[in-house]
């Protein structure tokens, strides 16, 4: 079974533009999350969808938004970038056929803005 | 309040065990987690307890769970070189059992 697949790996953004990253579940797993990881901040939360719909969301500005596509792929964009974006983006997804709340994470995105 | 506190940094011996603490703020936590990231890699479950037990026991790893001190512990017994790595506890609300809020991790350093 394939794991989380993140896309791109590496990317490298100016000031101002705006990013877009991929995101594709373990093979039915139907919940997917989103996190930000930096040295200072450690993983933050920014996002979870279930079934194209979000269900939770962390305490991000309006920059950051996401979406989930039919099946369950999902997408997050930061517009307007800045310099504090910089860090890993991590995502997660989750069967939620046990009820344990187990998320496997993909290797991540890792951001840089200039 | 949501907030998962953890040390920074870890140094132990090889072959000693490695106590990781944790402190959380949610009484109403239903799953606490330990969540192992290696270099360049994802984060990966280790173990987790869930909220109306005190200790979970898995080979190596013992979880002690002190939900009045809201006290999360992950020992590791016989700690190797392999077990270098960021550590993370993580809990999930009773509320919003999908959104799983992660500690600042503890970077585990092993001496020879």
């Given at each position: 079974k394939a794991g989380v697949t993140q896309t791109p790996r590496y990317l490298i953004k100016t000031r101002g533009q705006q990013v877009t990253l991929s995101c594709s579940?373990?093979?039915?797993?139907?919940?997917?999350?989103?996190?930000?990881?930096?040295?200072?901040?450690?993983?933050?939360?920014?996002?979870?969808?279930?079934?194209?719909?979000?269900?939770n969301k962390g305490n991000f500005p309006g920059r950051f938004s996401g979406r989930q596509f039919s099946n369950s792929r999902s997408e997050?964009?930061?517009?307007?970038?800045?310099?504090?974006?910089?860090?890993?983006?991590?995502?997660?997804?989750?069967?939620?056929?046990?009820?344990?709340?187990?998320?496997?994470?993909?290797?991540g995105s890792r951001l840089t803005v200039l | 309040g949501?907030?998962?506190?953890?040390?920074l940094f870890l140094s132990v011996r090889e072959g000693d065990s490695?106590?990781?603490?944790?402190?959380?703020t949610d009484s109403s936590s239903t799953y606490l987690y330990w969540y192992k990231q290696e270099p360049g890699a994802g984060l990966q479950l280790l173990t987790y307890i869930f909220s109306n037990m005190d200790m979970k026991q898995d080979?190596?790893?013992?979880?002690?769970?002190?939900?009045?001190?809201?006290?999360?512990?992950?020992?590791?017994?016989?700690?190797q070189t392999g077990d270098s790595a960021i550590y993370f506890c993580a809990e999930s609300m009773?509320?919003?059992?999908?959104?799983?809020i992660f500690g600042s991790g503890t970077r585990l350093s092993i001496r020879p």
């Open positions: 579940p373990i093979s039915g797993h139907r919940s997917v999350s989103w996190y930000q990881q930096t040295p200072g901040q450690g993983l933050q939360f920014l996002f979870e969808y279930f079934s194209e719909t979000q269900r997050m964009n930061v517009s307007t970038l800045e310099l504090g974006d910089s860090a890993l983006y991590l995502c997660a997804s989750n069967g939620d056929s046990t009820n344990t709340g187990e998320l496997f994470f993909g290797e | 949501e907030d998962v506190e953890q040390s490695s106590v990781i603490n944790c402190t959380y080979q190596r790893l013992t979880v002690l769970l002190n939900k009045k001190d809201k006290h999360l512990s992950l020992r590791i017994a016989d700690t009773l509320s919003s059992a999908s959104k799983i």
